[in-house]
């Protein structure tokens, strides 16, 4: 590849990740400085001294937290270049011993990682929005009422939208948010201009300062402060996309200097006209510009709820892959880019949320309370699990691993302590919806490994029952039964020898198996085995990112000696139906919960892309 494609690449991939990848940060503006001077919940008195060391706090988290923390370390933690809570999780849990109480700690801290993401991905859709519908109200108080019902109506159509695919419209994203960043830049320049003297908040002293003469002020200021932060754990798990030098380019070079420009532009604003707090984002333009700032801001919110409810799409498929989630069903809406897809459960379940959030809320500054708990606390995770990939999948000595984790860990630790105190004002919101998200991916994965055990306890070898069936009845055809375990017989085929008393001429006994990488490499999709002259073991192969294609992955049998006529195969699949029981491993509501959660999960042949009118499902009841 030639100096100037290489080049060329990396711009358009740096383009693209300003439409995916900076929309949340990119729009905190909108609401940070207004939540920090002027919210409700302990709002910083503006004076200079304040509003220097507020700016020094946000320019200094920005440079540690994302710059340091996210765009230089923590993305050298990917996973075959993914990245990502749930990435991270299988990154961490891969050296890791099996059964190990290390095991089960770092399981507990992915999965509530990513059930914060899921309230992250309510939040983020109904401040953002709101807050750039709240501008209507700059320009006239008459637009007040109307706030509201606009908010959700934009909400409903981002999210009615979703089925469609981000195809048709990703590569208008890019060149948007460069409009979006210039004007950042540029309104920042012009208040600057007018107090050049708000630049000597660049230095840490003015942030030090700040918190030495007012430790109490500058620890519940903290609480609103991390709004200028919302949105750094996009920047890893997107980085599978677009890789760490795009995403790298595009914060240096725009993102970074728009944000810290146009933060200090409101500062002046502010040390100019104090009243100005009651919408400083929107009164650094002028009279004239304001209406299309209010579009322009409504669009670039958009973008980033869009990237967070596609984040909220590929976590779920990561969950359904590793085991931790039930089957659900996944459409894929772009035939050139693997990422794009769609799940309509989980798009219609975060719209009944985020309007819900809405209406209970009101307003982006009641928002705004229960936003940071949520971030801070998904930050910190990813901190403590950092550590552990540092430490044992790197092989870096103990104290460099936690050196190296210490400060951020630290700083995240403040942040989040400050968003604490305000659970009963909002922040108990995210707490809970996560909490619900954990009980249910916890119950899952507890469930399916209780049925997994149950079925082996009645199991018969693989091996032992090729033997006994030699002299069986044979009809023509190919019969491909699909296993969680290759070495033991699957239900449905003991079921199918039961009430058929024939065996087709060909049996093939194929298992899935996700890999803890993203995605596999079609050499290694298949390893096939010969049991003798009828029977076939074979084991396919997927990364958790990937959705299976079991028909497609089976052609390349054929390097093994294996043929599949689609026309003369039939699948096979066992169906459990479960009877809950009183004296079980599970608490009894969880155990229900359980059933429950099995009962509605999605098809397993619509999962593996089966072709409807060759499977057979053969049920069978389980106590459990």
């Avoid at 989630?325 to 894929?332: A, F, G, K």
């Avoid at 982006?364 to 801070?376: E, K, M, Q, W």
């Avoid at 619509?606 to 499977?615: D, E, K, S, Y």
């Amino acid at each position: 590849m030639s100096a100037n494609t290489a080049e060329s690449r990396l711009a358009g991939l740096s383009l693209a990740a300003l439409g995916v990848v900076y929309g949340d940060i990119g729009t905190s503006p909108l609401y940070a400085l207004k939540e920090v001077f002027g919210g409700e919940h302990h709002p910083v008195p503006i004076t200079p001294d304040n509003v220097l060391g507020i700016l020094s706090l946000i320019f200094w988290s920005l440079m540690i937290v994302v710059s340091l923390k996210y765009v230089s370390f923590i993305m050298r933690a990917n996973n075959k270049g993914e990245g990502g809570i749930m990435a991270l999780m299988a990154l961490a849990l891969r050296p890791i011993e099996p059964g190990s109480w290390q095991r089960r700690l770092i399981m507990l801290l992915g999965l509530f990682g990513a059930a914060l993401f899921y309230g992250d991905g309510v939040i983020t859709p109904a401040i953002s929005v709101l807050s750039a519908i709240e501008g209507l109200e700059v320009a006239t108080p008459a637009f007040k009422p109307y706030v509201l019902p606009i908010s959700l109506l934009v909400l409903v159509l981002l999210f009615a939208v979703q089925r469609h695919g981000t195809a048709a419209v990703g590569r208008f994203f890019g060149p948007i948010m460069v409009l979006w960043f210039l004007i950042l830049g540029i309104l920042g320049l012009i208040s600057i201009a007018h107090d050049p003297a708000v630049l000597r908040a660049l230095g840490p002293w003015h942030a030090v300062r700040f918190f030495a003469d007012k430790p109490i002020l500058g620890f519940f200021s903290l609480g609103a402060a991390v709004l200028v932060l919302t949105g750094g754990e996009a920047l890893y798990a997107d980085m599978g996309h677009f890789g760490r030098k795009p995403i790298q380019v595009a914060w240096f070079g725009l993102v970074l200097p728009a944000l810290v420009v146009n933060y200090f532009g409101q500062g002046a604003l502010l040390l100019r006209d104090p009243q100005a707090i009651a919408n400083p984002f929107y009164l650094l333009a002028p009279d004239w510009l304001l209406y299309p700032m209010v579009v322009l801001s409504a669009v670039a919110t958009v973008i980033a709820s869009q990237a967070v409810i596609s984040g909220a799409f590929s976590i779920t498929q990561q969950a359904i892959q590793l085991g931790f989630s039930p089957r659900m069903e996944i459409s894929h809406t772009s035939d050139q880019q693997m990422g794009q897809i769609y799940l309509a459960g989980i798009n219609w379940t975060l719209l009944f949320a985020v309007v819900a959030l809405v209406l209970g809320f009101g307003s982006s500054s009641n928002l705004a309370a229960a936003y940071g708990i949520a971030v801070t606390g998904t930050m910190f995770i990813t901190d403590l699990l950092a550590f552990v990939v540092a430490r044992y999948v790197w092989g870096w000595p103990v104290w460099r691993a936690f050196l190296g984790a210490l400060p951020f860990a630290i700083i995240d630790l403040a942040y989040f302590a400050a968003n604490s105190v305000k659970i009963a004002d909002g922040g108990w919101f995210p707490l809970l919806f996560g909490l619900c998200v954990y009980l249910l991916l916890s119950t899952w994965k507890r469930g399916r490994d209780l049925l997994s055990a149950h079925l082996a306890m009645d199991a018969m070898d693989t091996r032992t029952f090729v033997k006994g069936v030699e002299e069986a009845t044979r009809v023509p055809g190919t019969a491909v039964f699909l296993t969680s375990n290759p070495d033991q017989v699957p239900h449905a085929m003991l079921h199918s020898l039961k009430h058929y008393k024939v065996l087709h001429q060909r049996m093939v006994l194929v298992s899935v198996h996700i890999l803890d990488v993203p995605r596999g490499t079609d050499a290694g999709r298949v390893e096939v085995a010969k049991m003798n002259s009828d029977f076939w073991q074979v084991k396919v192969f997927y990364g958790f990112m990937e959705q299976p294609n079991l028909p497609l992955a089976l052609e390349g049998c054929a390097d093994y000696g294996l043929h599949f006529d689609p026309m003369d195969t039939s699948f096979f699949l066992g169906r459990e139906t479960l009877l809950p029981r009183l004296n079980t491993e599970m608490c009894r509501w969880r155990g229900k919960l359980f059933v429950s959660m099995f009962r509605n999960g999605g098809s397993a042949a619509n999962f593996f892309g089966l072709p409807a009118n060759r499977v057979v499902e053969l049920g069978t009841q389980v106590v459990m």
